[in-house]
């Protein structure tokens, strides 16, 4: 009963059905207005011989955002990113199912009608009480959700059409006992080690010459980052609501006609009745407290060129364009106004040389004599035993037994005395078999995916690609 659809696809046909009914007019109205404004004629992606409209996007998108809660809708509505990564996502399933399709039909696997049927009778959903086929649930389901019955059909006949293709990449792949094993050895197997610390701090270091500091400021500047004078306008917009949405953008729309006939920044706001501000000079580590000034937008500050103005952005307070007014290129600070900072930053840079010299020492003598002085024994495993450093230095790819390893405060020196194979526990054999085998099985869809796509090349209409992403 469509069991191998279920765990192939991770879209059961019944939750998507009752999910679109729930959705009601939000999914239908509001969705569509935010997220699609193209024809559903014509072709956005083609992949191989197969054509993807707009319009079946349009489907998809509406499916899926029936399975998405209140919260997540809210966020698609009023977070451009989150939006832009949920059109994405439906566009690679789009494309991804596509493929299948088309490699579906090289190798001339046939769904007939007969199998379709057969499968949509199975659904429990559309049985009555007594365990009947009701064709009256199955119409007032279908009539509820948007689908036609040939669109329902077509699309469970896809999804059997993909689980003949991809239901061998569900069945398991046979690890071998001995790499198992050999894994197993790896992950819980013990060492015992003897090392030795080497704190920085144990080394007295006396105040540095004026030439010594020169020299060190010399190898180390200290930089003072590019920093950049900003000014926005904002018209304000309640982005949720279709209204306000819309006559912000007008007004938006009016703002930029306006800067680009030559007024400046604060007189085209004031003609559509919007708010100029001008930002201090900020860099992009320490910048303004401002709602405005997230993450992506100091991203795009950064990337444009001075006396520019950025395209119209959407935000959660309604629609910006940015100015960058000037650049402040980054430049080194001089030395007599960072002289007494760098005092406590040369003592340590000397700290740490004398304490790689003092370690040095110890890993020669170690590699003649086969004694490491001031030693600790200790038995590790991979999380414990040892400080952090030294774990990693003793379980990494190609350790030696005697080697020097770097620490924030310290030099280790490292000697691995022994390895322990652990016991064996059937148990987490048997948690390490399987997931040996989901790695093997990742790769296998892994190497899989990159034949279809080989096969079968994605082309994009890039205009209609930018047009249903809002994009310039």
Do not use: C
């Not at 209140?70 to 494309?95: G, H, M, S």
């Not at 006992?177 to 270091?205: H, L, M, P, Q, W």
């Not at 959660?316 to 930053?345: C, H, P, T, W």
């Amino acid at each position: 009963m469509l069991e191998y659809l279920r765990d192939m696809s991770g879209k059961p046909v019944a939750k998507i059905l009752i999910g679109i009914l729930m959705f009601s007019f939000v999914g239908w109205g509001v969705a569509e207005w935010v997220l699609s404004n193209t024809s559903r004629e014509g072709t956005l992606i083609k992949v191989g011989d197969t054509v993807i409209t707009p319009g079946q996007f349009n489907n998809e998108k509406t499916r899926e955002m029936a399975r998405l809660s209140r919260p997540e809708q809210k966020r698609i509505y009023t977070e451009p990113e989150y939006a832009n990564a949920f059109l994405e996502n439906v566009i690679k399933d789009l494309t991804n199912n596509a493929m299948v399709e088309n490699r579906a039909a090289d190798l001339g696997f046939i769904v007939t009608d007969k199998r379709v049927i057969h499968e949509i009778r199975m659904f429990p959903e559309f049985k009555d009480k007594k365990g009947a086929f009701s064709p009256e649930l199955f119409m007032r389901l279908l009539d509820g959700s948007g689908f036609t019955e040939e669109q329902f059909a077509d699309y469970l006949r896809s999804q059997i059409l993909r689980s003949m293709v991809l239901g061998s990449m569900s069945v398991p792949v046979k690890v071998p006992d001995f790499e198992v094993k050999v894994a197993y050895n790896a992950r819980y197997g013990e060492k015992v080690i003897d090392y030795t610390e080497v704190k920085f701090s144990d080394f007295k270091i006396e105040n540095p010459t004026e030439k010594s500091l020169r020299e060190f400021y010399n190898n180390n500047p200290k930089m003072i980052p590019e920093s950049r004078v900003v000014s926005y306008v904002l018209v304000p917009a309640k982005m949720d609501k279709p209204d306000s949405y819309d006559a912000g953008y007008t007004n938006a729309q009016k703002l930029e006609d306006e800067i680009i006939s030559g007024e400046s920044m604060a007189a085209a706001a004031k003609k559509v009745n919007a708010k100029f501000v001008l930002l201090p000079s900020f860099s992009k580590e320490k910048r303004p407290t401002n709602q405005l000034l997230t993450d992506s937008i100091v991203s795009k500050i950064f990337s444009m060129e001075q006396g520019l103005e950025s395209e119209i952005m959407e935000t959660k307070q309604g629609f910006v364009i940015m100015r960058v007014e000037k650049i402040n290129s980054e430049y080194a600070a001089d030395f007599k106004s960072v002289k007494d900072s760098l005092v406590s930053s040369w003592k340590a840079e000397e700290q740490k040389k004398k304490a790689y010299l003092k370690a040095n020492d110890l890993l020669i003598t170690l590699n003649k004599t086969k004694v490491l002085k001031d030693k600790k024994t200790t038995t590790i495993s991979r999380m414990k035993g040892a400080p952090t450093d030294v774990l990693v230095a003793a379980y990494s790819t190609g350790a030696v037994n005697n080697a020097i390893v770097p620490s924030k405060n310290a030099f280790y020196v490292l000697h691995i005395v022994k390895e322990i194979e652990p016991k064996v526990d059937n148990a987490k054999m048997a948690t390490m078999r399987k997931e040996i085998q989901s790695i093997k099985t990742r790769q296998v869809l892994a190497d899989y995916n990159a034949f279809l796509i080989r096969e079968y090349p994605v082309k994009v209409n890039e205009k209609a690609f930018q047009k249903l992403f809002g994009r310039k």
